[in-house]
């Protein structure tokens, strides 16, 4: 172990981390979790921009949740895969988590939905899932806090040892999986998931999960699959499994009644959101459109058939009545993209001829029952039309027709998902420069490391620092740079904005230099440990008492 007291100047040589200024934002390039991808198991293109890990200028995103995910640009996530930045919906969260305060948290796919529940005291959820390969880290622990202020916040918490996962695609014991299995509940539990609101379980247990799974295992198929995650011939049929197991999992906390649900996790799971986002859509009875004939279009032609109504007025005989035949004529002249679509709703419209064009709430029928399609019918007040494989409602607005659909759906035997919403954390830089990784003891520290070992690790850290004392009080530190000031922006400030304001700042005045910096770090490290392994112990006392199944009846092998 090295302690210097002047800075170092062994900075993380990553050069394309942005430099923002901001005492939040910059939290580089790294991933909790190490491990090549397998030729098996790689992403698709279409998944990554880059030409691989290898290929030069590489590094810059690539989204493998089981392969190596590096972001070497947050905002890349935004433009590629439709991520939304989290600062913008930020205001409409409640008293937010430090992480979310902090742009650690990112990103979001329809975290709106969640703030409105959590704004207007309605029922909402958190879930997330581990896979016990390992001892849990500081990287696991923002998820665990995550999972526990949404709890707080009166969510319903759910915790999952995705126990089948590490098996299939990580090859793990059912011996090994055991132990890691209790020490991850024994952290959530230590940082303040209480049990008795919240639900903790294990994969290969739940057996609501694994049917759910079997269900949603109808709606996809091998194609989709490789798509999303580059499976081929010779993916193992339970790495396979494992994924609609995932997908079970993040609606599980719904299997009750549909509720918002937020999926915290880092932006290397986003393929599986995309996914789960789907089939929950997939799995509806019912989808409801705005249509202005009783003929089909899509949302191309749609458009331009809203445009041919609102000008009604330019061409219909009685404007109370305009018709399709009318609309055509019109249509066909007007300059509208595209022209694809002008030209197929123009033909649509030409043959419904009389028949008035006129705006609409239209319920289909996606994978309804017919019995659930009656009832459906019969529910919708006011004028209506039915027809083969929908039914128009003249009298609802799409809100109160989705409404609507999702009650029958529910009262005849369907699931009414609402899609689920994730959130989405920066991955920690490794203490020794580049990716935090399970593999590299040196560059994370474990919730079970030894508080004198913890102490050390951050004490031999990287630093943002220059190369002399001299140079640093004249320049400043790069805490943007920094793996020890991640820690205290991550953690060691916890909830206290104005002690992380304090470092940030005192580090780029040059006023703080990386030794002492680094002691007070170390110092808070060795804290946290020693009060999270008491508690961890208290716990382990009270094991016994829990619902989840620690020891599986599985081979040991
Ligand atoms: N695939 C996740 C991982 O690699 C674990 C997981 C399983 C999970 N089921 C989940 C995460 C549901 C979030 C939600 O760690
Ligand atoms: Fe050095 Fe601390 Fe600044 Fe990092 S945050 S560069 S350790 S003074």
Known sequence: MTDHDAPHDDASPDEDRRQSGDAW???????TDGGEPSEARRPSSELRSDGGAD??????VALDPWGSSTVAD???????????AFDDILPGVPTPHYLMRRSVIFGHRDYGRVARAMREGEDFAALSGFMPTGDPHIGHKMVFDEIIWHQEQGGDAYGLIADLEAHAARDLSWAEIDEHTRSYVLSLLALGFDPEAGELYRQSTNREVQDLAFELGVEANFSELQAIYDFDGETDVSHMQSVVTQMADILYPQLDEPKPTVIPVGPDQDPHMRLVRDLAARMRYFGVTEAYASFEADPAERGLLRKAYNARTDYAEDADRPRCGEAADWLREQDLEPDSA???????????????IRP??????????????????????GEKRVYDEHVDAFDLDQDAAEELAREVELDNGGYGFLPPSSVYHRFMTGLTG???????????????????????KVKSATTGGR????????KGGKADECPVYELYAYLLSGDDDEFATEVY????????????CKEQAAELMAEFLEDHQEKRDEWEEKLDELDIELESDRRRD
Not at 74 to 84: A, H, P, S, T, V
Not at 342 to 356: D, M, T
Not at 467 to 474: D, F, K, L, N, W
Not at 505 to 516: A, I, K, N, S
């Open 55 to 60: 290929a030069a200028g590489a590094d810059d």
């Open 74 to 84: 947050y905002r890349k996530l935004f433009d590629q895969f439709g991520i939304e």
């Open 342 to 356: 002008r030209q197929s709703a123009v033909e649509k419209l030409e043959n419904a001829g009389k028949e008035p």
């Open 360 to 381: 609409r709430t239209r319920i289909f029928d996606r994978r309804a029952t017919d019995a659930a399609f009656e009832a459906l019918i019969e529910a919708v007040d």
């Open 25 to 31: 934002r910059d939290a580089g390039p790294a991933r």
């Open 505 to 516: 700042e005192e580090c780029v005045g040059g006023e703080r230099l990386c030794g002492g």
């Open 434 to 456: 580049g990716k935090m990784s399970s593999s590299v003891p040196a560059s994370h520290i474990s919730l079970l490391d030894d508080p004198e070992d913890g102490y050390d």
């Open 467 to 474: 190369a002399t004392a001299e140079e640093q009080r004249e």
